[in-house]
């Protein structure tokens, strides 16, 4: 069912991957909510994924762009603009990437010239848009930006590894720039930490399932799907949530505020 939420609303998405990924089903969402959007990734994801489809369904122009350059970006805003007709009125940043993590290197064995391209890649990537997007005057009024995040900014979780590090950057950037962006044109800056979710990205990360399978027994609601996630990221590019800046919004199922649950303890006490 549509709501019209985002009727005459534009907008740029980065980090549609495939249909697995939250930015994809954000598309499909924003599309059915009457939202017009420009589709955009790092040329090297674009290779790997299948974004032309989903830019046939949701009548979207694909403009790649690197989200660590920003002549990319530049062009990137400036080129949206264009396409759109008009400034934009929502930006999902959907983006992670460690080659730490990838290559499975312990966290007490890091490559530094990795880990700072995870800082760059998933969490100062997010000032360059941000930067970029009030250099080019690309916003209107009471616009809504928005990143993903995720809880291992705040909490250690094993084989995260520097992706807590470039999450917790991530997020130290949406209440520095969300307070700069609100005085200059009511634009709002958010992160929303996720569930584990069953991603391309998510399920790299080593003892995923797992881990999937523990936080969904500790949510009281169970985990929050990447449809779930869509449509909460809708809520936020409309006009109903005008007035919600510089947080970081946990959707999660009631994960981050759980202790244990019976669930947990049936599972720990099995075969005592």
């Known amino acids: 069912m549509s709501y019209n939420l985002l009727k005459e609303k534009k907008g740029i998405i980065f980090g549609a991957l495939d249909e697995n990924s939250i930015a994809w089903k954000t598309a499909l969402k924003a599309h059915e909510e009457g939202a017009t959007f420009v589709l955009t990734n790092a040329p090297i994801a674009m ?18 762009a690197d989200a660590t350059s920003i002549e990319d970006l530049t062009t990137l805003f400036e080129k949206s603009q264009e396409v759109l007709g008009g400034k934009l009125d929502f930006v999902l940043h959907s983006i992670g990437m460690s080659p730490n993590v990838r290559k499975g290197k312990a966290y007490g064995d890091l490559n530094y010239e990795w880990f700072m391209k995870s800082l760059d ?16 005057d690309a916003m209107n009024e009471w616009g809504s930006i928005l990143a993903l995040s995720y809880i291992a ?14 999450k917790s950057v991530l997020e130290s950037i949406a209440r520095s ?10 634009v709002r800056v958010n992160t929303i930490s996720q569930s584990p979710t069953m991603t391309t990205a998510g399920s790299g990360v ?56 019976d669930e947990i303890i049936t599972e720990l006490t099995k075969g005592k």
């Open 47 to 64: 290779r790997m994924g299948k974004i032309n489809e989903l830019a046939e369904h949701c009548g979207a122009e694909i403009i790649p």
């Open 121 to 136: 890649v998933s969490g100062v990537s997010f000032h360059k848009v941000l930067q970029t997007a009030e250099k080019t």
């Open 153 to 166: 900014a705040q909490r250690t979780f094993p084989d995260y590894s520097d992706m807590a590090q470039a």
């Open 177 to 186: 720039y969300g307070a700069r962006f609100a005085k200059l044109k009511n």
């Open 206 to 261: 080593g003892g995923f399932d797992v881990f999937f399978d523990y936080a969904d027994k500790l949510s009281p609601l169970g985990n929050a799907s990447a449809e779930d996630c869509a449509n909460y990221i809708v809520a936020m590019f409309s006009d109903f949530t005008r007035m919600v800046t510089m947080q970081n919004l946990m959707h999660d199922g009631g994960f981050s505020h759980s202790g244990i649950t």
